[in-house]
């Protein structure tokens, strides 16, 4: 059976609409581009949420929720930028590392200030008293008592004709006695005699008495 001419031209002609056509409503294959590889795990779960079409208040949400930092870098944010991701978002995750590095520092002067040892509080009297208590100096009164007995000297050869012997004695110093031993002497004056522990003299109104004339 012959096809008309005719027929064929107009099959012909008709052909390249129905390439058209059928071009025109194929089903799309297209699909949202994936996160990268390299990005963190957390900034991944992100790009799921805003390619899933939730919108930007849940994204937000779950990044106000979220206990991880998402350490961007410049490639980072140009990678999630080309994903999908609005800016809103992507400031909110810069935000929410700022935010958590802030609490984690207050958190860690407290755990400071409560593992400090604590000074010990005194009050203003209390701290008087002690003072003084340390700068007053504690006075001992030492009672001069009795001197002991004459020690027993054994007298040497005098030096001179004219030198008289002291004996010795005893003598307070303020919290004790000390024997002084006897020596010969020379007169300090002529006539003056040693009597109980001091020069005397007869006649001339002077007497030498504890170092010293009176």
Known sequence: MRIPKYLA??????F????????????????PAKAPTSLPSSAVEVVKLAQSGVGDPVVLAFIGQSHSYYNLSG??????????????VLTAMLNHDSTLRAQEQASSAVTAT??????????PGAASATATANQTPT???ITQSEPPPPQVEVIPVSPGPDYLWTPG????NGGAWIWIGGHWHYPVRPGHVWIGGYWSGHGHGRTWVGGHWR
């Open 16 to 31: 390249p609409l129905f390439a058209g056509f059928s071009q025109g409503v194929a089903p799309s294959t297209s699909s």
């Open 169 to 172: 004695c005893w003598s307070w």
């Open 114 to 123: 409560a593992t400090a040892p604590q000074p010990t509080v005194t009050q």
């Open 139 to 141: 006075t001992t009164v």
């Open 75 to 88: 490639a980072d944010i140009t990678a999630l930028k080309d994903a999908g991701v609005s800016s809103q």
């Open 9 to 14: 031209l107009l099959a012909v002609a008709m």
